[in-house]
């Protein structure tokens, strides 16, 4: 079974009505022998801030040591979203496996009308995958209610109600009282942890066994206080019985702060969590398309608020802003409160009425009489209302996207999404590009010869796939779209592998150029990826027109090619200029190894070490780079004349893209699945490349919502941290699709354990090494990060003549 067979078997089942009971779920989990019956589980219901407590949970779980499974809905962009194991979203081949185990069950099931829904089929193969990785807790968010949805097969070992609000009346009752009865039946006579009070509260109590509150008052159990908001985070202080920490949260809002102590009562009932843990983890855990800010100016916010209550809640958070106008871009499913919603949101200048590509959205014109205002306009596009209330909004201006979380998904894909240019050079290459995007096996055997001159894969919603295959078609050049249904029930988007002249392009660009649904931003995208009529912004970096060589200087003991030789400030320095002498344009000065079991190193040794060196070096003829993965250490090293930021943590601690917009530098955000790496993890890949692209697209997103831009954002895609040696080959090879991302690419690749592959062996990995490097070159990099700078730079120098003898 292929996954796009898969996949649309999952999509094919049914969605809604929602009905009551846990029968159905059971009985599919049986089929497969209980794998939920081991687990040891959190269940997270509520109203609203549901996600955000069960990302806030998984993420301080992990930061104590942990294996954690993460279950939420609904997803954004793609179904593999729901189910996270340690952050990373389930594997096409593992969703393949799950529905060859469960195919035959469900039709059976189905022949007697008893076949599983989507949602309680996506919640058993997510206990299935928690299980089948072994992971220590696993952390649910429910779906509907409490006491009859899917999530309810678990036995919790804790649980909470986040919220409760009038919801699916119809299903779970017509009061908060009673509703909130339904919620509490997560818990049974096990804790329950909850941010209601009053009626609801007294409501939660009659069904739970022990209850813990959550709130600012100081009657309650956690008391959770926001501070405030600092800069793009909001301070929040949670005290317990005998705990207390202080927190920057990277969402904003009080409720925040209520979300945040129910995530850390929970935490401490499940493990022993530190407080340090506890502060880390609700520092990092970033939420998509929750109070979401994209840009400052204009102030640019997305958020899935999708009820009168949660709306009143972005009301009051962007309260906090200062801002002129607010352009309001709204699209909402058709079984919500819209009037509700549109007096609960802040006046605005002009409402942009819009429709999710979805079918239970709701018709644009019906939307707009929603609000009490002539300023509406009807654009059903998301994107294109997204782009019209960009082009009135001057600097000083607010933008809003609110009204559903399938709204927010689409007009997040202005910054998430990736069109990746392909290197096809043979029918393999055209062959392996079509299979990675989920083209049907007879579409790969027909296209496959027809995969020449330029090639590249995007992802579009379906009507924008059609439309783009039908012109490109029209005009001589090809095109093959995943076998992946178009389910419009579900936010869907589709892998398109366009291939054609570079004229053909050009025309097709013209086409799509005044297009409704988002197709002219499609071809202002295509411009850039495949260079047509585009050029660079030059900032006088060395790597703007040719491949630049960094030079690595390990001011450490321990590092895994040269440690110790260069562990003093004198041997740095003199080791940095000869680096230059040899035509190093950037010295990368690291005070601590990552190299597969290194030590962590104290803050304070590792700015001891860099610190000194950096300021000897910073008025030499190269740039200077402090490679780190502490806020702390990098803000020293700025300040003591560094020019660039190298994280291989991909800015892991909360504070790095902070300080690196603070001082506007360029930073390298590498691609890790952990720094330093550990030799015992087992990391699996559907495509090792697109899988990393995937990652590193929210990691880029992070910086430049900072304030970065995009051509200060460097991105390296971390050969040899969490890749074997065959994955590392891959991503040499193909490094020219990491521009997909509209960043300068970086390889690392200098002496690494790959190179066992082509039998050279730790010290025997110079020649290996620079042919690597010539490869990088040919193939897309800007920047190559070698210990040898002499002999890489003859690499670099021979392939730019190479390819252009008059530069």
């Not at 995208?525 to 703007?544: M, N, R, S, V």
């Amino acid at each position: 079974m292929e996954y796009y067979e898969a996949a649309n078997f999952l999509f094919d089942l049914k969605r809604y009505p929602s009905r009551k009971g846990t029968e159905a779920t059971r009985a599919l989990l049986a089929a497969m022998d209980d794998p939920h019956e081991e687990l040891t589980c959190v269940q997270i219901a509520g109203s609203n801030g549901k996600g955000s407590t069960a990302r806030m949970v998984e993420r301080v779980l992990r930061e104590a040591g942990l294996s954690v499974g993460l279950f939420t809905s609904p997803h954004l962009t793609d179904v593999r979203e729901r189910v996270r194991v340690n952050g990373r979203k389930i594997r096409k081949q593992a969703v393949t496996a799950f529905v060859s185990e469960i195919r035959e069950y469900v039709l059976d099931a189905s022949s007697q009308g008893a076949a599983p829904t989507f949602f309680e089929t996506q919640t058993a193969l997510a206990l299935w995958e928690f299980a089948r990785q072994d992971v220590d807790i696993a952390v649910l968010e429910v779906g509907i209610g409490g006491h009859h949805d899917a999530t309810s097969v678990v036995d919790p070992l804790t649980s909470a109600v986040t919220s409760v609000t009038l919801e699916h009346t119809a299903l779970l009752g017509d009061t908060r009282a009673e509703i909130a009865r339904d919620k509490a039946h997560v818990a049974g006579e096990l804790p329950l942890v909850t941010g209601e009070s009053e009626e609801t509260l007294a409501a939660i109590r009659s069904v739970a066994g022990e209850v813990h509150t959550v709130g600012s008052g100081s009657d309650t159990d956690v008391q959770a206080r926001y501070e405030g908001r600092d800069g793009l985070t909001g301070t929040v202080t949670l005290t317990g019985s005998d705990w207390s920490v202080a927190a920057s949260l990277p969402q904003l809002g009080a409720h925040q702060a209520v979300n945040a102590g129910i995530a850390a009562a929970l935490c401490r009932q499940v493990a022993d969590v530190t407080e340090q843990a506890i502060v880390r983890g609700l520092e990092t855990a970033y939420w998509p398309g929750r109070f979401e800010i994209m840009s400052q100016e204009p102030l640019l916010v997305l958020d899935g608020a999708h009820n009168p209550g949660s709306c009143a809640t972005t009301a009051e958070t962007l309260d906090s802003f200062d801002y002129d106008e607010l352009h309001l871009v709204f699209g909402a499913l058709s079984d919500k409160d819209h009037r509700g919603m549109a007096e609960t949101l802040p006046e605005a200048a002009t409402v942009y009425a819009c429709e999710p590509s979805i079918d239970r959205a709701e018709d644009a014109d019906a939307l707009v009489r929603a609000f009490d205002t002539d300023s509406t306009r009807v654009v059903r596009s998301v994107v294109s209302a997204v782009e019209s209330a960009l082009d009135a909004a001057a600097p000083e201006d607010c933008v809003l996207v609110v009204g559903s979380l399938y709204t927010v998904s689409e007009a997040r894909q202005r910054w998430v999404g990736t069109q990746t240019p392909k290197r096809v050079s043979s029918i393999a290459d055209a062959r392996a590009a079509l299979t990675e995007a989920d083209v049907t096996q007879a579409g790969v055997w027909r296209m496959r010869g027809k995969g020449v001159h330029r090639v590249v894969k995007l992802r579009l919603q379906p009507r924008q796939a059609r439309f783009l295959k039908e012109e490109l078609l029209s005009l001589g050049g090809e095109c093959a779209i995943s076998g992946c249904s178009s389910h419009t029930h579900e936010p869907r988007y589709l892998d398109v592998v366009a291939m054609g002249t570079l004229a053909q392009f050009k025309r097709l660009i013209e086409k799509l150029d005044g297009q409704p649904h988002g197709l002219a931003v499609v071809g202002d995208d295509l411009k850039q990826t495949l260079d047509i009529g585009t050029a660079p912004e030059k900032h006088g970096y060395p790597w703007d027109d040719r491949v630049a060589v960094m030079g690595i200087v390990n001011v450490t003991p321990d590092s895994f090619h040269d440690g110790g030789a260069y562990d003093t400030v004198e041997a740095a320095v003199a080791r940095a200029e000869e680096l230059i002498e040899d035509g190093a344009d950037i010295l990368d000065i690291g005070g601590e190894s990552t190299r597969p079991g290194a030590d962590p190193v104290p803050t304070e040794t590792e700015i001891e070490r860099v610190v000194p060196v950096i300021e000897r070096l910073a008025d030499r003829n190269a740039l200077v780079s402090v490679d780190t993965r502490k806020a702390a250490v990098a803000r020293a090293a700025l300040e003591a004349g560094a020019d660039i930021l190298n994280d291989v943590s991909g800015l892991a601690d909360p504070d790095m893209r902070h300080v690196a917009a603070d001082y506007n530098v360029p930073t390298v955000v590498m691609h890790s699945i952990e720094a330093p790496v550990d030799p015992e993890t087992d990391v699996t890949y559907d495509d090792v490349v697109s899988d990393t692209i995937d990652e590193l697209a929210e990691r880029v997103l992070l910086a430049e919502k900072a304030g970065l831009d995009r051509d200060q954002i460097i991105v390296d895609p971390g050969i040899g941290f969490g890749t074997s040696a065959t994955e590392s080959f891959e991503l040499l090879g193909r490094v020219g699709e990491f521009h997909a991302l509209g960043c300068p690419v970086l390889v690392g690749h200098s002496h690494k354990s790959m190179y066992d592959r082509v039998d050279r062996a730790a010290g025997e990995r110079l020649h290996a090494t620079v042919a690597a490097t010539a490869i990088a070159a040919e193939r897309g990099a800007d920047i190559v990060r070698v210990h040898d700078v002499k002999e890489n730079v003859a690499a670099v120098r021979t392939q730019r003549a190479a390819s252009d003898p008059d530069a």
